[in-house]
């Protein structure tokens, strides 16, 4: 494959990918980010404590 197939096969897979996060917003299927962070907080602590 070329550096430019390349690219472009690149460029369509963020575009698909934009599309779908742009469609996912517009039909509310979103999670405040605090929630999110205060989730993913959370887990990372428990797995460090494991660690320990």
Do not use: C, N, Q, W
Not at 7 to 22: C, F, P, S, V
Not at 35 to 52: G, H, I, P, S
């Amino acid at each position: 494959m070329t550096v430019t197939a390349d690219l472009e096969k690149r460029l369509a897979a963020l575009d698909a990918a934009l599309a779908k996060g742009i469609s996912d917003a517009d039909a509310g299927r979103v999670k405040p980010g605090d929630e999110v962070l205060d989730r993913l907080e959370a887990k990372y602590k428990a797995m460090a404590e494991r660690t320990k």
